[in-house]
Structure formats: structure tokens, C-alpha cells
T-cell receptor, first 114, second 115 residues
Framework: AQSVTQLGSHVSVSEGALVLLRCNYS??????LFWYVQYPNQGLQLLLK????ATLVKGINGFEAEFKKSETSFHLTKPSAHMSDAAEYFC????????????WGAGTKLIIKP | SQTIHQWPATLVQPVGSPLSLECTVE??????LYWYRQAAGRGLQLLFY??????ISSEVPQNLSASRPQDRQFILSSKKLLLSDSGFYLC??????????????FGSGTRLTVV
């Protein structure tokens, strides 16, 4: 069955440090992969998506993610964290076998230390 | 450009009262429409989705219902709210998978508190 695993419900980094949020998925076919960000009491905003084009995907706010088929991973990174990056981040996958419904990870809350 | 509107932003309702949340999409036609719920400290749960007018699929049995009276309008309803219906409700739309701009766009959400 399809699933998405986000390692770490909370990740804490210092301002200016590298941000790495991990996402692993299970899928038997090439999937679509998404990263969304949610600020408190707001909807979800698309950060970036993988749709079988380039494996390194650049998104908004300086984030990027790399699709690694061999590792079934789609980790989100940002070279230098800003205080404004504090939010919850969700990884999601959709594929033909699930009728392209989004399968969500549980989310990772990113905490930025000054 | 496409936009999605969801209202109200916040709602406090007594147990047993009815509910109606509305979502409209502009700038696209025949979108797939979705209602999600996000309970406190938990991930997103798909409640309903619709691929066309009058076509509603339910993912979770509950006392909620959804309707799609027009192509770009999606309504979430309840006849009698329960305390457990409290949460953050999100409407979303998507294009068809495989289309050039495939993806999901979310509304700003409704914070529902049942008291």
C-alpha cells in the first residue's frame, strides 16, 4: 500500500543553518511528489513538486528537493534557515494506483532557533 | 489565474447545530474538488472529493456530507454537529493528473470549534 513517512515530527535548526526535512515514500510506479508548507491557522501552500521531469526540483522561498528513486526519497532542503521558515511541512505523493489521490505524511514542524 | 475561496475563516457552533462551509474556485473549469479535515496535532484526512457536478465520493463515514451544486462550488454540511467535528477544514482543487500544471491548491481553511 502507498505510504509516506516523514522522519521527525519536530526538527530544530539554528538560524542560518542547513534545513533538511526527510520524506520517504512507497510506490510501485513513478509517483508525483509534493512538499507543502503550513503556517499557523493558514491553508497549505505548495513549495515544490516533482512530476517526472528533473530530479532536482527548486521551489519557492529557497527550498529544493531531490527525487531519488533508488532510495524512494524526496527530502526537502534549504541551505540557510530563516526565522520566517518556522512552520509545518507536509510531504505528499499521488500515483495512478491510488487514483491520484494525495497520500500525506504526518508532517514535520520546523523550529528555528535564533 | 486560478483562485480558491473558502469561508468563513472561523466558526464556533454549539453541539447539535447545522453546518455549512462553502468553497468556490475561479479561473478554471471542471476541477477536481476536495474537503480535508485537520484535527489538532494530526495530519490531513480526506473527507470528500468530487470529479464533477453531483458526483461526490466519501472517504470517511461520519455525520458530514458534501454537495457540488455547480462546477466550481463545493459545500460541506452537517445536520447536527458533534464535538468531534471540531478541527481545521480545508478545501482544495486539482487539475487532472498528467496535465501540465497538475497539482493541488488549497483554500485558507475554516477553523471550526464545536462547543
Amino acid at each position: 500500500a502507498q505510504s509516506v513517512t516523514q522522519l521527525g515530527s519536530h526538527v530544530s535548526v539554528s538560524e542560518g543553518a542547513l534545513v533538511l526535512l526527510r520524506c520517504n515514500y512507497s510506490s510501485s510506479v513513478p509517483p508525483y511528489l509534493f512538499w507543502y508548507v503550513q503556517y499557523p491557522n493558514q491553508g497549505l501552500q505548495l513549495l515544490l513538486k516533482y512530476t517526472s521531469a528533473a530530479t532536482l526540483v527548486k521551489g519557492i522561498n529557497g527550498f529544493e528537493a531531490e527525487f531519488k528513486k533508488s532510495e524512494t526519497s524526496f527530502h526537502l532542503t534549504k541551505p540557510s534557515a530563516h526565522m520566517s521558515d518556522a512552520a509545518e511541512y507536509f510531504c505528499a505523493v499521488s500515483e495512478k494506483d491510488s487514483n491520484y489521490q494525495l497520500i500525506w505524511g504526518a508532517g514535520t514542524k520546523l523550529i528555528i532557533k535564533p | 489565474s486560478q483562485t480558491i475561496h473558502q469561508w468563513p475563516a472561523t466558526l464556533v457552533q454549539p453541539v447539535g447545530s447545522p453546518l455549512s462551509l462553502e468553497c468556490t474556485v475561479e479561473g478554471t473549469s471542471n476541477p477536481n474538488l476536495y474537503w480535508y479535515r485537520q484535527a489538532a496535532g494530526r495530519g490531513l484526512q480526506l473527507l470528500f472529493y468530487s470529479v464533477g457536478i453531483g458526483q461526490i465520493s466519501s472517504e470517511v463515514p461520519q455525520n458530514l456530507s458534501a454537495s457540488r451544486p455547480q462546477d466550481r462550488q463545493f459545500i460541506l454540511s452537517s445536520k447536527k454537529l458533534l464535538l468531534s467535528d471540531s478541527g481545521f477544514y480545508l478545501c482544495a482543487w486539482s487539475t487532472l493528473a498528467g496535465s501540465p500544471n497538475y497539482g493541488y491548491t488549497f483554500g485558507s481553511g475554516t477553523r471550526l470549534t464545536v462547543v
